[in-house]
DNA sequence: GCAAAAGTGTTTTATATACACCCATGA
DNA sequence: TCATGGGTGTATATAAAACACTTTTGC
């Protein structure tokens, strides 16, 4: 959705191919640099940060919903995406568009009975993506994109904070249950690289010791043969995920700290 | 929505009241005799059990849609209630309705381009109700409810059981993150009341010592000084909660077992 | 006094935490 | 050889689990 011509079909005709009243915002978490990131658009006209979204299709069933949406805003495909919650409470999500305003701000007259105009809930999902893969895709409402680090998140569109705090706050409770670095690392990765990712999605500091010990004891990873050359210091050693445990993990689930 | 005039109004004029595709089905867990039980209605028509449900107001915030289909459903007010999910995958939730099924069923004409034609996606909470207090109030579709065991849940309607088995599973997640059993008990109760109410929810024996030392040490609740007489046995001590302990928990979650 | 349910303490085991030194590498 | 980051083990403290007998009550 690009053109004026595209953005006006979409005003005019969404009706016919998406539900109303619903949209899908998800908080797409990428892992770059030792920081926890998340992809941030900016909406022209509106001139600020908001999260990426779109609109669920008719016949569509609403996470094939969430995975078209990350895929059609990142090139990802068969990305780590969870539901978390839907927000339907905030002030904006009781507020009707000012169809005047839309006006002014895109050039597309959209009236009072179109399908847009009504108050929109939101399904929100949180994805997590390798940072290095992905493709952002911006378009006529979004021109530009930025990853953001989660301890730096401005203010922004909507009630798009709510739905940041709440998708971390649930990654981090899940962090105790399932073993989230799989989707975030790349297949092979050092100790030092998983426990700083720990350590930067919980927000406090882990002794590397202890914190090694108890991922090779859960058998959720093992040390491969391979270390890696880091410059003038010591190789780390490389590690990958032992599927099976992780499968299992996620599935029943793991109690545990780290 | 009990005589068929309520109900012709709402087929044909609740596009003007509520919003489409979406609706809100709640899961009311009450505890009694020792089971924990989920409150089921009768469809009439279809002849089978399903959840309460409802319909969000135009301009009526998500929780409290919630809130209020409970108190029309049960005539309590003030209940806990926590959204787990929102369904939108299961065959059910892409199908539109059959308008001759739904004549056929309930005298009813719904026209293809009625607002209860379409797909409609379920927002899902659950509550936790002193089972004691809730007056239920059936309607037109819906002319027979019963509390049903949670370990003897038949096929039900819709997705229902999908909805069942997920809060079912939200709800012994959260009790080790959160002092659950306040909602479901009466302001004072026993030891082996509350002892043999995680038993019921978790489905699995625990060591009476061991949890009473456990609630005790986290300071949830309390010993009073009185006692219950219980016919030809030892009179146990009554509890209660401990207000702001349990406020802390409920805000900051608990890490444990029981 | 008996049947039924309530109440309680200690030991063992497992898990979590705290802590410091040596090693490898390239410049 | 030095600066930097990587790697590893043990001892202590805390929490969980296992376990059995005595008390109270009404009949």
């Known amino acids: 959705m690009n053109s004026l011509e595209e953005v006006?079909?979409?005003?005019?005709?969404?009706?016919?191919?998406?539900?109303?009243?619903?949209?899908?915002?998800?908080?797409?978490?990428?892992?770059?640099?030792?920081?926890?990131?998340?992809?941030?658009?900016?909406?022209?006209?509106?001139?600020?940060?908001?999260?990426?979204?779109?609109f669920i299709q008719r016949r569509e069933p609403l996470s094939q919903?969430?995975?078209?949406?990350?895929?059609?805003?990142?090139?990802?495909?068969?990305?780590?995406?969870?539901q978390f919650h839907t927000f339907g409470d905030s002030p904006y999500r009781l507020q009707e568009r000012?169809?005047?305003?839309?006006?002014e701000k895109y050039g597309v007259d959209m009236g009072e009975d179109?399908?847009?105009f009504e108050?929109?809930?939101?399904?929100?999902?949180?994805?997590?993506?390798?940072?290095?893969?992905?493709?952002?895709?911006?378009?006529?409402?979004?021109?530009?994109?930025?990853?953001?680090?989660?301890?730096?998140?401005?203010?922004?569109?909507?009630?798009?904070?709510?739905?940041?705090?709440?998708?971390?706050?649930?990654?981090?409770?899940?962090?105790?249950?399932?073993?989230?670095?799989?989707?975030?690392?790349?297949?092979?990765f050092t100790l030092p690289e998983i426990h700083t990712l720990y350590e930067t999605i919980l927000g406090k500091e882990l002794d590397p010791r202890n914190f090694a010990k108890k991922l090779v004891a859960l058998g959720l990873i093992k040390k491969l043969a391979e270390q890696r050359a880091i410059g003038p210091h010591r190789s780390p050693y490389l590690y990958q995920f032992e599927k099976e445990t992780y499968e299992d993990a996620l599935k029943q689930g793991i109690v545990h700290t780290y």
Chains 1, 2 share one sequence.
Not at 10 to 24: A, D, E, K, Q, T
Not at 27 to 50: A, E, S, T
Not at 68 to 82: A, D, M, P, Y
Not at 164 to 172: E, H, I, M, N, Q
């Open 98 to 103: 000012n169809p005047r305003e839309f006006f």
């Open 119 to 188: 108050r929109t809930l939101s399904v929100g999902y949180f994805a997590l993506v390798d940072y290095s893969k992905v493709n952002v895709r911006t378009d006529f409402f979004t021109q530009n994109y930025q990853w953001c680090d989660v301890k730096e998140i401005p203010s922004l569109l909507f009630d798009h904070n709510e739905a940041v705090d709440k998708a971390l706050a649930t990654l981090r409770l899940q962090i105790y249950h399932q073993p989230i670095g799989y989707k975030l690392l790349p297949e092979k």
């Open 114 to 116: 179109n399908w847009l």
């Open 8 to 54: 006006e079909d979409f005003v005019r005709n969404g009706h016919r191919h998406y539900l109303p009243h619903l949209s899908i915002d998800p908080v797409i978490f990428g892992y770059h640099d030792q920081q926890l990131k998340i992809l941030l658009l900016n909406w022209k006209g509106l001139n600020g940060w908001g999260l990426p979204g779109g």
């Open 65 to 82: 919903a969430a995975h078209r949406i990350l895929q059609e805003r990142t090139g990802l495909e068969n990305v780590f995406l969870q």
